[in-house]
Each structure stands twice: as structure tokens, then as C-alpha cells.
């Protein structure tokens, strides 16, 4: 922490307003999933598909190189989000434009899903389950593929009517097969809430105005921007990569930082604390 006292007080006043004020906002790759296992690094939402018996080698081996292109350049802290955007922006819509060409069936996601390595942090179930059982909204908030992340926690059965998602969704044509992505893309520097709420949806959320918001990147941070009469918010961000570079910059933008830590023990605390 780099304000522990400031800390504190948030979380005072937050258990003080009560468990009706508050929404979680998290990021769901590399946040709510593992970064590594085993000294292996875990997938992300994308990574899921990519690896997946759907895809062709040649289009494997050619999303391999945008990953080996642009993932250095999404954690490098020596570059500014503006010098990166229009990065992002390059690596999400070629990586898209690729897995249309796929001709990728609906109805095989969840064979996909099963069979690969996606794992949710150790202590995902009472974080999930503990939200449920004191109504408070979880946002699910991701640059991933949405149609992918909800079938994760689908299989992991923690995806309760308390959990809202926002992310990249897929457009299939009426035999099932992907030929586009809905609407805006969303990459790892435009998530904010009030655009959502913006076009109507999660209508709900307006009357939360304390926010615990949980990332990994330091385009999360922005997910709740917008949150209609903001009292106080409270971010942890996990720094999984790259630590010593940016370490720095973590401890200025998150309230706490979880330095590879693979577990949701410090969130579940915080929840236990709060209700
Ligand atoms: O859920 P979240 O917003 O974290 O998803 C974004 C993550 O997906 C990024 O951190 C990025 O590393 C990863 N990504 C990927 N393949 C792509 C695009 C993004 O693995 N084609
Ligand atoms: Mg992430």
C-alpha cells in the first residue's frame, strides 16, 4: 500500500454506508483468472481460443506473433496508454479480423473451454459466492472475448444473477458461425462504466456509489469512471508481470497491489471485512 491510512479510512467509511452502497467493478482476465500455475503462465480469454483445436496451425502461429508483438508493448512502462492505444487498438481488431476468418462454431465453445487451461484465482468461489449472498453487483468488465470469459465461470458455476458482464461478444450467422464482433470494441483503455450506463444497461448500479475496483492493468482503472455520484472507491490491482519496472507506477495508481499473488485472499478479506 502506498497510503495504508488512506486505506483504512475507506474501508471505515465504506462498512459504515453498508453493503446496498456498494458494486465490485473488476477486470476479468489476468485479474479474476491466474497469471501463472506451476510456473506456467494461464490463458487469457483470447488465449483460450487461440490454442484451441478451432483454430488452424497457421492461424495459431499467426496470432503467436501479434502476442510476441504487442503483449511487450501493452506492459511496458516506458511508454505513455497515448503512445500504446492505437497500438491496442491494432493487436484487438487484427486479432479479431483472424478469428472470423475461422469460421468458429458456437455451439464448440464450451468443448474449447473445457478442454483448456483456464484457471480463476485460488479463492474465486467464496468471492463469487459472498457477493451473491449479500446482493452486492459484481461488474464483470473485460477486453476479452465475452462469449469465452462467461463460459468460464459458467463451468466453475459462479456465474449468478449478481454477475454482470461487459465485453467483446461474437455475432454468429444462423448456422452458428462466428461473422463478426458486436458492437464497439472494447480494449484495455476504453472500459469505463458510465459509457455503459450511458446506453442503458446495468441500470442498477446508479444507485452504488461505493466502488471496489479489482485490475490488472493500469487501463482498469478507468472502469469506474462515470459511476453516477461516486462516494468512495477502493482499488487493487495485481501486478503480475514486469514487477520491479512497475512497481512504482502500481503503488501510485492502486490503493493496494498484490505483487504475484494468485490467490483472491486479499479481496475476500476486504468483502468479509466490509459486510
Ligand atoms: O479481461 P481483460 O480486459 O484483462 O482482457 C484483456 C487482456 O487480453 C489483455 O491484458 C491482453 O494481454 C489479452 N489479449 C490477448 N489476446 C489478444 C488481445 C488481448 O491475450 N488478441
Ligand atoms: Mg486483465
Redesign the pocket.
Known sequence: MGDPHRVEEIIKTMQKAGTSTIQVIS?????LTRFAYNGKRC?????IL?NSKLISEECKAQ?KD??NI??PI?IDSKRTAKEKLPLMVE??T???TLLVQQRIRKDLLQDVVRESDAMLRKGYQLFFDHLLEHSIPLLI????LGDV?EEVIRQAGVFHPNVKVF?NYMDFDETGVLKAFKGEL???YN?REGSLLNTGHFQELKSRHNVLLV???L??LTMADGVHGMENILKIGFLNDKVEERKTAYLNAYDIVLVKDETMDVPNALLLHLT
Request: charged share 20%; glycine share 8%.
Open positions: 477486470d476479468f482476465d489476468m485479474t490463458p487469457t480469454s483470447h488465449n487461440d496470432l501479434l502476442l504487442y503483449y501493452e493487436w484487438w487484427k486479432a479479431h468488465f473485460s477486453a476479452g470469459l465485453s472494447i480494449h484495455i472500459k485490475g490488472d492493468s487501463g482498469d
